[in-house]
C-alpha cells in the first residue's frame, strides 16, 4: 500500500483545509521525511487524518460518532479526512466526513458520512458498514493491522526490550493480536467438559431400558392369535343381533310416520273447505281482471274532458286585463322617448367647457409634480447635512475613546509581560492536562474495578455453593418422573386393548349418517316425483287456455279489419240520411253516419299480451317438470350409492358410538398424561444436565474471579504511581504563571493566553482605528459646506415654482369654478344612459304585452277544439265498456268495480291456493313412500332378539378386545424399548469418538486460564518475529543478531558480531542500540501483519529526544538504508537536530490561540477565517 495524498479539515489545532502531496518529488527522490514541531502543536494528527479517512477512528480516539467527537477543532462546524492511495488492486479516494447541523459551530453533532471512489471517481459505496468492508478489502487489513504495519508506535517496542518476562507477555499479546489463543485454550476446556458430561448421560440412560426375553415375545405372540380368533367369532354373533334389532326399529318408527301422515291429510281436507268462499271471490276478480284496461281508458276520457273545459273558463276570463296591459305598455313606451332626447341635447351643449376645464388642469398637475419633486431634493439634502454633522460628531466621541482603550492596553501588556510565554506553550501543558485527567480517571475505575472483582469472587463462589445444591434436587426431581411415567403406561395397556378404536368410532358415525342420508333421499324422491306430476297437469290446462285465446285473437283480428275499411269510407258515410235507403246495402238505419265504434286494437293488445303471459308460463312448467325429473334420477343413483357403502360397513347403532366414544375419551386422558410425563421427564433431563454445566461453569467463574480480582488490584497501584508522577512534572510546568494545580487550571491558563493575544491584536487594531479616523473627520468639514450651499439654491427654485401654481388656480377657479370635468360628464352620462336603459324597456315591455294577447287567444281556440274531440271520444268510449261489461255477466260498472280485489289481496289468496295445493300432493306423494319402505321392512322378516342378548355380545367382544390390546401393547413396548436402545447405543458409540477428539484437543492446548495455548503460540509468534527483525537488523547493521533465550523463551537476547558472537541481554544495549534493535522489531512487526501485502508508506511516531548525537545519526542512517526497498518513511518527532539531517520536512508552527499551521514540502492550504 502507497499513500498518494492526504487532505484534511479542522481536525484538533490545524484549523482550515490541508492537503500533502506524498507524490511531490521532494519525496519521492529522499524517501525519508520528518514531520517536526514543538510538542502538542498537533504532528500526530497527520496520523489521526489517515486514520480517519480509512477506518473513521484515531490510534487515540475509538469512538467518533453523532454524539461525541474530539478531532473536530473547537469553535468550527465541519472538519473532513481524505486519503489518495494505491495498491495491488489499483487506485482509490476515500473520503470521511462529519459537521455540526448547518455548519454552525454551536450546532448538534450530525452522523459521519462515508465514501470510496477508485481511480475513475466512480462511488463504489456510500454506507458506513459498505465503506469499511471495501476498504478492508482493497486494502488487505483491517484497523488493528493497519496499525502494526503503516503507522508504527515506537515507544512499545522500547517497553517490551525493557520489561521482564512476566509482563512481556501481555505486551506481545497486546501488539500481536495473539489474545485469541487463551480464549480459544480456554473454549476447548469447556468444550472437553461438556462432551464427556453428555457421554456420562448417556451411559446412564442406557443402563435405565429393560428388555423382554425371547421365550416372553413367544408367549405373548400365542396369545394374541388365540384372542384374536375368539374375537372375530364374538363379533359374527353381535352384527346380527345388531342388524336384528335396527329393522325392528325401523318398522315401528315407519308405521308411526304414515299415521301423522293420514292425520295431516285430514286436517289439510277442512282447511280446503275453510277456503272455498275466498277461492270463489278469487274466479270473480279474475274475470273482471280482462276489463280493468278499458275502464282505465274511460276513465281517462272522463277526466280529461273536465281538465280541458276548467282551462277554457281561465282563458276566458284572463282575455281583458291582457288588452289591457298592452295598452299601458304603449303610453310608457312614448314617455321614455321624448325623456332621451332632452337629456342627448344638454350633453351636446356642455362638451366645450369641459375641455377647456381639463386644459387647466392638467397644468396645475404637471407644475404641482415638479414642486413636489424640488421639495424631496430640499429635504433630501437637509437630511445628508444633519447625518454627515452627527456622523462627525460620532466619530469625535469615538475617537477619545480609542485613545482611551489604547493607554489601558499598553498599560496590560507591560504588567502582565510573563503572559507572552503561553503563547508557544499552552498548548503542551493543555496536553498534560488532559493527560493528568485521564490519569485521575484510570486511578478512579481501577479503585471501583478492584472492588468489583472482590465482590465478583464473593458472589461467584457463593454461586457455585448454590448450584450444587440445585444440582441434587434436579436428580431427585428426574428420578421421581421416570417412575410415575411408569405407573401412567401400565394404566394405558389394558385400555388399548389392540383395537383401533378411533378408527372404529369413524365408523359407526358414517354408518348412522348414511342411514339418516338414505331416508332423506326417498322422501325427496318422492316429493319430487308428485311435483313432476303436477306441473304436467297444469301444463295440460294451460295449452287448453292457450288456444282458447289464439281462436279468440283471430276473431278480434278480423274486426278489426272490418272497423278499417268502415272508416275508408267516411266520405260515403256523411251523405247518409236516416230513412233512406243506403246505395250499398239498402238499409233504413245507418248506425255508423254519426259516429265509429271504439277500435279493436286495444282487445287485440291485450290477448296478445295475456297470450305472451301464459306461453312464459308454459316454458316455466315444462322446465319446472323436466327439472323435477332429473333431480329425481340425480337422487335415485345417489340412493343406489349409498345403499351400496352401507352394506360394506360393519352393523353398529348409537349406543355403540356412544361406548367407543368414552372408551376414548379415558385413552386420550391416559395418553394426555403420558405426554405431559414424557415431556416432564424431558424437561427434567435436559434440567439435570444443565445444572451439572451450570456447577462446572460456577467452579470455574469463581476461579478465574479470583484470578482478575489479583490483576486488577495490580493495575491500581501501578495507575495511583503514573497518576503522582504526572501531577509533580505538570506542578514544575504551572509554576511561573503563578496557577495552583486545580481543576480551573486549563480554563485559567486558557483565558490568560487569550487574553494576551488579544490584548495584542487590539493595540494593533487601535493603532490603525485611530489614524483612519483622523482621515474621515477631515473629509466630513467639507462636504457639510457643500451641502449647505446647495440647500440655498434650492430653496429658492423652490419659491419660483409655487408663485406659477397660484396663477393657474385663479384662472380655472373663474372658467369653471370647483367642479370636476370629469364628475360633471360622467353625471351626464349616467343620465343618458339611464334614458336609453328606460326607453329599451319600454319597448320590450311592449313586445312582451303583445306576444302574451296573441298567445292567450290561440290558446282559447285550442282549448274549444279539444273539447269537441275529448267529448266524441266519451261518446264512444262508455257504449264500448258496457257491451263488454254485459259480455264478462256484470250488469252495471258498479258491479264490476265492486268485484275487483287490491292487487295484495288477490296475490295473498292465489298463494294460499298454492299452498293447499302443493301440501296435498306433497302429503299423497310421502304416504305412498312410506308405505312402500314399510312393505319392504316386512318382507325381510327379521328374527327376534331382545337388548340383552346383543348387550352381552358386546361385553363379551370388548373383553377379548381389552385381552388383546394389553398383548399388543406389551409387544409394541418391547418394540420401542428396543429401537431406543439400538439409538441410544448408536449415540454413545458417537459420543465416544467425540469424546476422544476433544480429550486429545484437551491435552495438547486445553485449560482453564488459557495458558496452555497462548505460551504455546505466542512462542512461535515471537519466533516469527524475531525473524523478520533479523532480516530488518541486518539492512542496518551487521553488528546484531536477535535470538531467544534458551531458559526463558520469551527474553530476547543479542549476538554481538564485533565481540566474538558474544550473547548478552538486551537490556545492556545502549541507547542508540536500543532504537536500532526497538525499529527491527516494529519493522519485523509490520512485515508480519502486512504478510503478502506490500507496504511502501510507513510512518514512525516516535520521540527522538531521548538520543544522543551519536545514537540519533546511528537511528537515522538506519532509517536512510530501507529507502532501497523502495519506501517511503515519515518520521514524527519534536527533536530540532532532525531539521539539519532531514531535509524534505512537514513543519507544524504553532500560532496564536491553540492553533497550528503547516509548511513544508508537498503543502497546500486554504487556512478558515
Known amino acids: 500500500m502507497k499513500i498518494l495524498e492526504l487532505r484534511f479539515k479542522n481536525l484538533n489545532s490545524l484549523y482550515g483545509e490541508w492537503c500533502v502531496d506524498f507524490s511531490d518529488p521532494a519525496f519521492v527522490a529522499d524517501g525519508l521525511f520528518a514531520i517536526t514541531g514543538a510538542t502538542g502543536s498537533g504532528k500526530s494528527t497527520l496520523l489521526d487524518a489517515l486514520c480517519l479517512a480509512l477506518y473513521g477512528q484515531t490510534p487515540r480516539i475509538k469512538n467518533i460518532s453523532k454524539s461525541e467527537n474530539e478531532v473536530m477543532s473547537r469553535q468550527t462546524g465541519e472538519c473532513f479526512a481524505e486519503v489518495h492511495f494505491e495498491t495491488a488492486k489499483g487506485t482509490y479516494r476515500t473520503h470521511w466526513h462529519q459537521q455540526r447541523a448547518r455548519k454552525k459551530p454551536d450546532g448538534a453533532l450530525q452522523a459521519p458520512r462515508r465514501e470510496i471512489a477508485d481511480h475513475r471517481g466512480t462511488i463504489l459505496a456510500t454506507k458506513l458498514r459498505e465503506v469499511q468492508e471495501t476498504i478492508d478489502d482493497v486494502v488487505g487489513m483491517g484497523f488493528d493491522r493497519f496499525t502494526r504495519s503503516i503507522l508504527l508506535a515506537q515507544g512499545s517496542f522500547d517497553s517490551f526490550l525493557k520489561a521482564d518476562a512476566d509482563d512481556r507477555s501481555p505486551i506481545l499479546e497486546q501488539i500481536t493480536g495473539t489474545g485469541i489463543y487463551t480464549e480459544i485454550s480456554k473454549l476447548v476446556h469447556q468444550r472437553n467438559s461438556a462432551e464427556n458430561q453428555t457421554l456420562n448421560e448417556l451411559k446412564a440412560g442406557l443402563g435405565g431400558i429393560q428388555l423382554l426375553g425371547a421365550d416372553e415375545l413367544e408367549q405373548l405372540a400365542f396369545d394374541l392369535e388365540q384372542g384374536e380368533e375368539k374375537h372375530r367369532a364374538e363379533s359374527e354373533k353381535r352384527d346380527a343381533a345388531k342388524a336384528a334389532l335396527d329393522g325392528l326399529k325401523r318398522i315401528e318408527t315407519l308405521t308411526h310416520e304414515l299415521e301423522t301422515n293420514r292425520a295431516e291429510q285430514e286436517a289439510l281436507r277442512g282447511e280446503h273447505a275453510t277456503f272455498k268462499p275466498d277461492a270463489e271471490r278469487l274466479a270473480t276478480a279474475k274475470r273482471a281482471q280482462p276489463l280493468a284496461v278499458a275502464h282505465a281508458k274511460l276513465v281517462n276520457v272522463r277526466n280529461e274532458l273536465r281538465k280541458t273545459e276548467a282551462e277554457l273558463q281561465t282563458a276566458t276570463a284572463a282575455l281583458p286585463n291582457l288588452e289591457e296591459q298592452q295598452s299601458n305598455a304603449m303610453a310608457a313606451y312614448e314617455t321614455a322617448g321624448k325623456r332621451l332626447e332632452e337629456k342627448e341635447a344638454a350633453q351636446q351643449q356642455q362638451a366645450p367647457l369641459l375641455k377647456q376645464a381639463r386644459a387647466f388642469d392638467t397644468q396645475i398637475s404637471e407644475r404641482s409634480t415638479t414642486l413636489n419633486k424640488e421639495q424631496d431634493e430640499l429635504k433630501k439634502l437637509q437630511g445628508e447635512l444633519n447625518s454627515l454633522q452627527n456622523k462627525q460628531a460620532g466619530n469625535q466621541t469615538q475617537l477619545e475613546k480609542l485613545q482611551a482603550q489604547q493607554v489601558d492596553a499598553e498599560t496590560y501588556q507591560s504588567e502582565q509581560v510573563q503572559d507572552a510565554e503561553l503563547v508557544g506553550q499552552l498548548a503542551a501543558i493543555l496536553q498534560s492536562l488532559e493527560q493528568l485527567k485521564k490519569l485521575t480517571t484510570a486511578q478512579r475505575d481501577a479503585q471501583q474495578a478492584a472492588k468489583q472483582a472482590a465482590s465478583v469472587a464473593e458472589k461467584a463462589a457463593k454461586t457455585a455453593t448454590e448450584e450444587s445444591g440445585k444440582l441434587a434436587i434436579t436428580q431427585k426431581t428426574f428420578t421421581e418422573t421416570e417412575g410415575l411415567l411408569e405407573t401412567i403406561r401400565n394404566e394405558l395397556a389394558p385400555l388399548l386393548d389392540g383395537t383401533d378404536w378411533h378408527a372404529r368410532l369413524e365408523e359407526l358415525r358414517q354408518r348412522i349418517k348414511i342411514e339418516q342420508r338414505i331416508q332423506d333421499a326417498r322422501e325427496a324422491i318422492a316429493i319430487k316425483t308428485a311435483a313432476a306430476e303436477e306441473a304436467g297437469k297444469e301444463l295440460i290446462l294451460k295449452r287448453s287456455e292457450q288456444e282458447g285465446l289464439q281462436r279468440e285473437q283471430a276473431l278480434v283480428s278480423e274486426n278489426l279489419q272490418l272497423q278499417q275499411k268502415i272508416e275508408s269510407l267516411e266520405t260515403e258515410r256523411a251523405s247518409l240520411a236516416d230513412g233512406e235507403p243506403c246505395p250499398l246495402c239498402g238499409a233504413l238505419e245507418h248506425p255508423y253516419a254519426t259516429g265509429l265504434p271504439a277500435r279493436e286494437s286495444s282487445s287485440l293488445e291485450k290477448i296478445n299480451a295475456a297470450l305472451s303471459s301464459l306461453g312464459n308460463r308454459i316454458n316455466a312448467l315444462t322446465e319446472q317438470q323436466s327439472g323435477a325429473n332429473a333431480e329425481r334420477k340425480a337422487l335415485q ?100 504563571f503563578g496557577i495552583p494545580l486545580s481543576p480551573e487550571t486549563a480554563s485559567q491558563l486558557t483565558a490568560r493566553h487569550d487574553q494576551w493575544i488579544e490584548a495584542d491584536k487590539q493595540t494593533t487594531e487601535l493603532k490603525q482605528t485611530i489614524s483612519t479616523l ?193 398383548f399388543k401393547s406389551r409387544i409394541e413396548q418391547n418394540r420401542q424399548a428396543a429401537e431406543l436402545h439400538r439409538n441410544k447405543l448408536g449415540e454413545l458409540e458417537k459420543q465416544q469418538i467425540e469424546c476422544n477428539r476433544w480429550n486429545l484437543l484437551h491435552d495438547l492446548i486445553g485449560s482453564a486460564d488459557g495458558k496452555k495455548f497462548r505460551n504455546f503460540a505466542q512462542g512461535l509468534t515471537f519466533e516469527l518475529m524475531v525473524s523478520h527483525a533479523n532480516q530488518q537488523l541486518s539492512k542496518m547493521s551487521d553488528r546484531y543478531l536477535l535470538v531467544r533465550d534458551k531458559r526463558q523463551p520469551l527474553d530476547l537476547n543479542v549476538i554481538d558480531n564485533y565481540q566474538a558472537g558474544e550473547e548478552r541481554p538486551v537490556k545492556n544495549l545502549s541507547g542508540g542500540e536500543s532504537f536500532i534493535v526497538s525499529l527491527s522489531l516494529a519493522l519485523g512487526l509490520s512485515r508480519m501483519a502486512s504478510k503478502t501485502i506490500r507496504v511502501d508508506s510507513l510512518f514512525l511516531d516516535e520521540g527522538f529526544g531521548t538520543l544522543d548525537e551519536d545514537a540519533l545519526e546511528t537511528a537515522l542512517e538506519a532509517l536512510a538504508e530501507l529507502k532501497q526497498d523502495g519506501k517511503l518513511i515519515g518520521v514524527i518527532s519534536h527533536v530540532g537536530a532532525l531539521k539539519e539531517r532531514i531535509g524534505t520536512q512537514i513543519n507544524v508552527e504553532t500560532t496564536s490561540g491553540g492553533r497550528s499551521r503547516l509548511a513544508g514540502t508537498g503543502i497546500s492550504t486554504t487556512i478558515a477565517k
Open 637 to 736: 343413483t345417489a340412493l343406489t350409492k349409498d345403499e351400496a357403502e352401507l352394506g360394506s360397513l360393519a352393523p353398529g347403532n348409537a349406543e355403540e358410538v356412544e361406548q367407543v366414544a368414552a372408551r376414548i375419551g379415558q385413552l386420550a386422558e391416559l395418553e394426555r398424561r403420558e405426554k405431559e410425563t414424557k415431556a416432564a421427564l424431558d424437561d427434567a433431563r435436559d434440567s439435570l444436565s444443565h445444572q451439572r454445566m451450570a456447577q462446572q461453569s460456577a467452579r470455574q467463574s469463581a476461579t478465574a474471579a479470583m484470578e482478575k480480582a489479583e490483576t486488577v488490584e495490580i493495575q491500581r497501584i501501578e495507575t495511583a504511581t503514573a497518576l503522582k508522577e504526572a501531577q509533580n512534572q505538570l506542578q514544575q510546568k504551572v509554576e511561573p
Open 774 to 966: 483622523h482621515a474621515t473627520l477631515a473629509g466630513q468639514v467639507e462636504q457639510i459646506e457643500q451641502h449647505e450651499a446647495r440647500i440655498q439654491k434650492q430653496t429658492e427654485q423652490l419659491e419660483a415654482s409655487r408663485a406659477a401654481i397660484e396663477k393657474r388656480k385663479t384662472d380655472r377657479t373663474t372658467l369653471f369654478g370647483d367642479r370636476d370635468p370629469d364628475a360633471v360628464e360622467q353625471e351626464a352620462q349616467t343620465a343618458l344612459d339611464a334614458a336609453r336603459k328606460e326607453t329599451d324597456a319600454a319597448k320590450n315591455q311592449l313586445n312582451e304585452r303583445k306576444q302574451a294577447l296573441s298567445l292567450a287567444r290561440q290558446n282559447f281556440q285550442s282549448l274549444e277544439k279539444r273539447i269537441q274531440e275529448t267529448q266524441q271520444q266519451l261518446d264512444e268510449a262508455e257504449p264500448s265498456f258496457a257491451a263488454a261489461m254485459a259480455a264478462a255477466g256484470f250488469e252495471s260498472e258498479a258491479a264490476w268495480l265492486s268485484s275487483r280485489l287490491e292487487d295484495a289481496e288477490q296475490s295473498k289468496l292465489e298463494a294460499r291456493a298454492a299452498e293447499l295445493k302443493h301440501r296435498h300432493t306433497r302429503l299423497a306423494a310421502l304416504e305412498a313412500e312410506k308405505s312402500r319402505q314399510l312393505q319392504a321392512e316386512r318382507a325381510q322378516k327379521h328374527a327376534e332378539t331382545s337388548p340383552e342378548e346383543y348387550e352381552a355380545l358386546v361385553d363379551s367382544c370388548n373383553e377379548h378386545l381389552q385381552r388383546i390390546g394389553t
